[in-house]
């Protein structure tokens, strides 16, 4: 088991934690709550620059490009 304060942690792993991770410890319903619709909103917006992200690292590696 891992335990961090997700407050701390990057958007990506707060996501990954909101959708895939079980609460163990909650201080309130209320502040849970905030925090899980903050990182959806806010993962929600980043979503399209990791999406094209995505989509220039399969061009570079369709076209050969591999760091060199």
């Given amino acids: 088991m891992d335990l961090r304060p997700l407050e701390e942690a990057p958007l990506?792993?707060?996501d990954l934690v909101l959708r895939t991770g079980r609460c163990v410890f909650e201080?309130?319903?209320g502040l849970r709550a905030a925090w899980e619709g903050r990182v959806l909103s806010e993962f929600?917006?980043?979503k399209p620059?990791?999406?094209e992200y995505d989509r220039a690292m399969v061009r570079?590696?369709?076209e050969g490009?591999?760091?060199r």
């Fill in 60 to 62: 570079h590696e369709r």
């Fill in 49 to 51: 620059v990791l999406e």
């Fill in 65 to 67: 490009f591999h760091g």
């Fill in 44 to 46: 929600l917006e980043f």
């Fill in 27 to 29: 201080r309130s319903p």
């Fill in 12 to 14: 990506f792993f707060q």
